[in-house]
């Protein structure tokens, strides 16, 4: 094509068909299909994007708005938008499930945090909570023990070495809530959970006694060979774990008890015990 004018060249700006020698705009194109991002910098690596991402974590997804505080409003104008505050948060929670997603949901992060967990165990929690309330689990049964129980369920499917004692210690519930709330969503959600693979704790463990690495590594191989043997069925995986770090400190002449493996899995010296002996 060329221009109808002079028989130039054309050439494409933006939304702008333009002739390269008279500057005749021949066409235009209202849309502007060039990236819908913007960068800040020299290259392509930088992409912002206006407003953040979506997430589970929240009930609307993070997509609704929220009324600010400003110090710079006084007198009249600052109880006017109290009241628009006051009203907009009404608005938003219509429904008593709202209401208890919104709990739940906070509960939830409030967990992960203080197990110092990803972002990613919160969101899969976060979605476990939603649809155990869309199966309607929840009647008769507490929010912070399906808040607990989720978080400790994601950890299950996704092989991270997390104890119920650890989830409970930080949560608002206590351990039946937990239990009770973790039967139903297994039961009737049919959750993928397996056993736990007693190496999963060897490491968390290992930081914790501050032992050698090389107890740590010996104790991962211990760990690996019960699980093969079948020596580790039925029996606790961190009380496993500590028993395969008690008897590698052992063959490594490294100072180590019972009692110490015992109080970092949360156990008791006897199960540490009962499982070394399996080991052997």
Excluded at 97 to 110: K, L, P, S, V, W
Excluded at 181 to 187: F, L, Q, T, V
């Amino acid at each position: 094509m060329s221009c109808p004018e002079c028989d130039g060249g054309l050439e494409r700006h933006t939304d702008e068909t333009v002739c390269s020698q008279c500057g005749l705009v021949v066409d235009t194109d209202r849309l502007d299909r060039g990236p819908e991002w913007r960068t800040f910098a020299d290259d392509d690596r930088n992409r912002e994007r206006v407003g953040a991402p979506l997430t589970r974590s929240r009930h609307d997804r993070g997509l609704s708005t929220e009324i600010g505080r400003s110090t710079r409003l006084t007198g009249r104008k600052r109880r006017q938008f109290a009241r628009l505050r006051r009203q907009h948060k009404r608005a938003t929670i219509p429904t008593k499930a709202d209401r208890n997603q919104i709990y739940a949901f906070t509960e939830i992060r409030r967990v992960v945090g203080a197990l110092s967990l990803t972002y990613s165990v919160r969101d899969q929690a976060c979605a476990l909570f939603d649809s155990a309330q869309t199966e309607d689990l929840l009647r008769g049964r507490s929010l912070e023990g399906f808040a607990a129980a989720a978080v400790y369920a994601v950890c299950r499917t996704n092989d991270v070495a997390r104890t119920v004692e650890e989830v409970v210690a930080v949560a608002r519930a206590d351990a039946n809530e937990l239990r009770a709330a973790y039967d139903a969503m297994n039961r009737e959600l049919g959750l993928p959970t397996g056993p736990i693979d007693p190496r999963e704790y060897v490491p968390r463990f290992a930081t914790e006694l501050d032992v050698p690495r090389a107890v740590e590594r010996r104790a991962a191989a211990l760990a690996a060979d019960a699980t093969d043997s079948g020596a580790a069925g039925g029996r606790k995986p961190s009380g496993v774990a500590a028993a395969c770090l008690y008897l590698a400190a052992d063959e490594l002449d490294h100072a180590l008890t019972q009692r110490a493996a015992a109080d970092a899995a949360g156990v008791t010296p006897v199960t540490v015990r009962n499982a070394r002996r399996a080991l052997d």
